[in-house]
């Protein structure tokens, strides 16, 4: 990638992750802080520590978007930060005590969640390139960072050595002596990238 | 490591991906955080090495030669570079034991006619094994939930954990 598409890339990216703060900060009733996309070119044996360490239990929402511009789409946190982020939807909902501990609310609350935040962020992305761009319904995860990251491998192990992700930390600054923080993750397929700098005449 | 063999230390080597670490009693091996990857180990019952691989790909002929891959990447190649490890180390093949874990399908979503690449590496694994004669004792693959995995070459036994579950032995 020259520098002019990495530019692009960073610009698509950061667009598609002020909307999806937006979506957050709307979700959660407060400011959402976001850090600006990353660009990152990842060698394959290094994906399960990248993002973090591989033993760190977290909650992965994973969503695909089919289109003239395929990509997948990840929205990652630590345990206790999704843990946190159900907690509050839960209270901003109302959701009462012996509904929440029903087994798989956690999981449907991050799910839609998850669907919303990456749903405004396609959707700017979609909006800024003129293309429909549909997510399919998302998939969720609790597991170990190690074996969520294997995803990159089911993306790019069949092309090269390298996966490439833009990378976008969302925060809330000051909750209680402690940050929450959110990745999104937005994957291109590989391939994909090329028509698109093609299409938008960034060569 | 230690040299007393009475106050002998347990090392747990942890296989990154793409590795293959061999070791024997009190030693551990061990893969954490194991998706669509699997981790197999291949062990010698009458000398006591075992080796581990934590396997990322199904097969090293797909994309040719991409210059220097590491020995346990592809399920292939991890098997033998197993064999190879543990035959330098005085290991008759056909007395070769594997077992394996691993293999599962993360999120449901398959960019590829041929399926989720958890269960490739299953099917590319199984055949690797038995093309070389290996006989596979003991596997945990496939479903949805990352796994981790510690093998004793003293016991051959290999611990499995996911999370929020309780742990398994194969």
Same mark, same amino acid.
């Given at each position: 990638?020259?520098?002019?598409?990495? %530019?692009?890339?960073?610009?698509?990216?950061?667009?598609g992750?002020?909307?999806a703060?937006?979506?957050?900060?709307?979700?959660?009733g407060k400011?959402?802080?976001?850090?600006?996309?990353?660009?990152?070119?990842?060698?394959?044996?290094?994906?399960?520590?990248?993002? +973090?360490?591989?033993?760190?239990?977290?909650w992965a929402i994973?969503?695909?978007?089919?289109?003239?511009?395929?990509v997948?789409?990840?929205?990652?946190?630590?345990?206790?930060?999704?843990?946190?982020?159900?907690e509050?939807?839960?209270?901003?909902?109302?959701?009462? %005590?012996?509904?929440?501990f029903?087994?798989g609310?956690?999981?449907?609350a991050?799910?839609?969640?998850?669907n919303?935040?990456?749903?405004?962020?396609?959707?700017?992305v979609? %909006?800024?390139?003129r293309?429909?761009?549909?997510?399919?319904?998302?998939?969720?995860?609790?597991?170990?960072?190690?074996?969520?990251?294997?995803?990159?491998?089911?993306?790019?192990? +069949?092309?090269?050595?390298?996966?490439?992700?833009?990378?976008?930390?969302?925060?809330?600054? +000051?909750?209680s002596?402690?940050?929450?923080?959110?990745?999104?993750?937005?994957?291109?397929d590989?391939g994909?990238l090329?028509?698109?700098?093609?299409?938008l +005449?960034?060569? | 490591?230690?040299?007393?063999?009475?106050t002998?230390?347990?090392?747990?080597?942890?296989?990154?991906?793409?590795?293959i670490?061999?070791?024997?009693?009190?030693?551990?091996?061990?893969?954490?955080?194991?998706?669509?990857?699997?981790?197999?180990?291949?062990?010698d019952?009458?000398?006591?090495?075992a080796?581990m691989?934590?396997?990322?790909?199904p097969?090293?002929?797909?994309?040719?030669?991409?210059?220097?891959?590491?020995?346990?990447?592809?399920?292939?190649?991890?098997?033998?570079?197993?064999?190879?490890?543990?035959?330098?180390?005085?290991?008759?093949?056909s007395?070769l034991?594997?077992?394996?874990?691993?293999?599962?399908?993360?999120?449901?979503?398959?960019?590829t006619?041929?399926?989720?690449?958890?269960?490739q590496?299953?099917?590319?694994?199984?055949?690797?094994?038995?093309?070389?004669?290996?006989?596979?004792e003991?596997?945990?693959?496939?479903?949805?939930?990352?796994?981790?995995?510690?093998?004793?070459?003293?016991?051959?036994?290999?611990?499995?954990?996911?999370?929020?579950?309780?742990?398994?032995?194969?």
């Open positions: 990638m020259n520098p002019l598409q990495m %530019d692009a890339l960073k610009e698509i990216a950061n667009i992750a002020g909307h703060a937006t979506a957050l900060s709307q979700l959660m400011r959402v802080d976001m850090c600006v996309p990353q660009v990152d070119l990842i060698p394959l044996e290094a994906v399960a520590g990248y993002f +973090g360490e591989p033993e760190t239990e977290v994973f969503t695909r978007c089919e289109s003239s511009f395929p997948s789409l990840v929205f990652i946190m630590n345990k206790s930060d999704g843990d946190l982020l159900a509050k939807l839960f209270q901003a909902a109302r959701i009462p %005590d012996k509904v929440r029903l087994p609310m956690k999981e449907s991050l799910s839609e969640s998850g919303m935040i990456m749903g405004a962020f396609v959707s700017a979609g %909006d800024l390139l293309k429909n761009l549909p997510l399919s319904v998302p998939s969720i995860s609790l597991d170990l960072m190690g074996a969520v990251m294997d995803i990159l491998l089911e993306i790019f192990g +069949g092309f090269g050595d390298t996966a490439l992700a833009t990378e976008t930390e969302l925060s809330f600054p +000051g909750e002596r402690r940050n929450f923080s959110a990745r999104i993750l937005l994957i291109p590989p994909s090329e028509i698109l700098f093609r299409q +005449g960034v060569e | 490591m230690s040299v007393h063999p009475t002998a230390e347990i090392q747990t080597l942890t296989v990154g991906m793409g590795e670490c061999v070791a024997r009693k009190p030693d551990l091996l061990s893969c954490v955080g194991l998706g669509s990857c699997i981790g197999l180990v291949l062990y019952p009458i000398r006591g090495w080796g691989a934590h396997i990322m790909l097969s090293s002929s797909s994309r040719g030669s991409q210059g220097k891959e590491k020995p346990g990447k592809f399920a292939d190649t991890a098997v033998f570079g197993l064999i190879a490890e543990l035959e330098s180390r005085g290991a008759l093949r007395f034991r594997a077992k394996m874990a691993g293999g599962a399908r993360m999120f449901s979503f398959s960019p006619s041929s399926g989720a690449i958890g269960e590496n299953v099917t590319a694994t199984r055949e690797a094994l038995r093309i070389a004669g290996i006989r596979l003991g596997e945990e693959t496939g479903g949805t939930k990352g796994r981790s995995i510690v093998f004793s070459p003293e016991t051959f036994l290999m611990e499995i954990r996911c999370v929020g579950q309780e742990s398994r032995l194969i």
